[in-house]
């Protein structure tokens, strides 16, 4: 089971609509993918509300929700099988947060806007990661994705230049596309698109996956939780694919009450440059 994180707490950068095209990507790959919602936003858990059930299951875990009445772990177990848990973070996330929420992160995954005061921003979160995170730089876990890029302006430059000096790679760039605001409006990804409207934005996402299947050489640290040890759940027939933490399924009605845009309206994608 890999377990990969979204953050950036600057907001609109691209968390949800990264980790939601993840989980349409490992589920229409037939693989089991859990995203795991810690934005009391629920922009993620509403996503997996508009799904079809004709569509690929994803199961949704509202992780921002906190129940008295269970433990934590009991909260956040994942059903068997599971091969992929993705964690969707809120903007303003404290960096006094992030050591709970990427210590046992296969991955973690930066998305980043091509302007200034994201970059400004970006560069901030890496430090903190880097710093109260304990992310180690060769442990090959950290990826920028630069988002909404339209290549070849000054700011995307500027970015490039920018993590190079950090010496970390940006592992996909993901250019700014209609396809991601429509297919979330259905609960989609742009790999359950049509191949003729989305495959642009397909390809983009090729480098992305073969970094997650490169292998992070850190040894398990005291405390890690494996594959193995990481308490599951096997979902029952038919049950609801999002569950709430009290384990109640989600009323029926939520999918149709809740709004149909997903999450707030970014920051301006780069204007200028040359
Ligand atoms: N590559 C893209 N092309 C076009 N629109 C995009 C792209 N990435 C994100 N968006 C849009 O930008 C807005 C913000 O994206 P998203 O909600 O994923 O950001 P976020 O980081 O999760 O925000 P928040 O911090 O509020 O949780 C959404 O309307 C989303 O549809
Ligand atoms: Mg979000």
Redesign the pocket.
Known sequence: MQRIV?L?????????????NLASYFASRQQMPVLMDY?P?G??LRWVKKRQPIQPWVYAIAAFERDARTTRSFQLRVPDGTTHVIV?????LDAREMPEITRTADKILV?V?PSDIDIHACSRCIRDLLLVGKVRREDNRLGVIA???RRNTLTFQTLIRFLHTLGIPIVAT????????RS?ELGLGVHEMKQYVARE?VEQWEPLIAWLDQPGPRPPGPGDVTAASAPTLAPAPGATSVRTPAAAPAPATAAASAPA???????P?EEGGG
């Open positions: 979204v950036n707490p600057k907001g609109g950068s691209g968390k949800t609509t990264i980790a939601v934005d936003q922009s993620a969707d973070t809120p903007a303003a998305p806007l988002n909404r890029v993901i250019r700014d596309s209609q396809n991601y605001v979330a934005d845009v997903v999450g707030a309206a970014g920051e994608a």
